[in-house]
T-cell receptor
């Protein structure tokens, strides 16, 4: 158990809908990362937040957005969902935002868009 | 073409044997290289992190090497165990971005 929690574990929804995925980092960690893992594209980095501020951006679609709240939990919002958005979404956390920080991954949220 | 290429795609070895996984990258400017172990359906677990100035790093039976000149890294697993069966993923960071390899699927058989 990494200490990172993600909810929900599974989510089934329809195309065009909007969902919110939630992540609670390890106690004391200030940095949160979001990743998408699909069968055809593998793991992709989406976005990083550090202490409430956006720190780095990867391959995040405009339909997706994220934020980190004052209590350091983070939410990833996915809107206008498409079939191709079906994937495992991982959150990870690290103590700070340094480039060689160890990232601790949560168990993931499995999203299925029908 | 992916900027991080891993080989082999899959590998089967007998318990107790050693193996080496490869990662070649073209990502630039290089910041650091990470190796992760991922069990099916679970989050990746960090094995090693190396910066430009490091050419080897160990974590128990796992030893990673890095040649920044040739842009190659390897992960050597010693005395494999059944629990080593997993996907091993190489990740190269450039600036604030991260590029992932497709992974090597390792199966350790008794």
């Amino acid at each position: 158990d990494s200490g990172v929690t993600q909810t929900p574990k599974h989510l089934i929804t329809a195309t065009g809908q909007r969902v919110t995925l939630r992540c609670s980092p390890r106690s004391g960690d200030l940095s949160v990362y979001w990743y998408q893992q699909s069968l055809d594209q593998g793991l992709q980095f989406l976005i990083q937040y550090y202490n409430g501020e956006e720190r780095a951006k990867g391959n995040i679609l405009e339909r997706f957005s994220a934020q980190q709240f004052p209590d350091l939990h983070s939410e990833l919002n996915l809107s206008s969902l498409e079939l191709g958005d079906s994937a495992l979404y991982f959150c990870a956390s690290s103590p700070r935002a340094g480039r060689v920080e160890t990232q601790y991954f949560g168990p993931g949220t499995r999203l299925l868009v029908l | 073409k992916n900027q991080v290429e891993q080989s082999p795609q899959s590998l089967i070895i007998l318990e107790g044997k050693n193996c080496t996984l490869q990662c070649n990258y073209t990502v630039s400017p290089f910041s650091n290289l990470r190796w992760y172990k991922q069990d099916t359906g679970r989050g990746p677990v960090s094995l090693t992190i190396m910066t430009f100035s490091e050419n080897t790093k160990s974590n128990g039976r796992y030893t990673a090497t890095l040649d920044a000149d040739t842009k190659q890294s390897s992960l050597h697993i010693t005395a494999s165990q059944l629990s080593d069966s997993a996907s091993y993923i190489c990740v190269v960071s450039a600036g604030g971005d991260m590029r992932f390899g497709a992974g090597t699927r390792l199966t350790v058989k008794p």
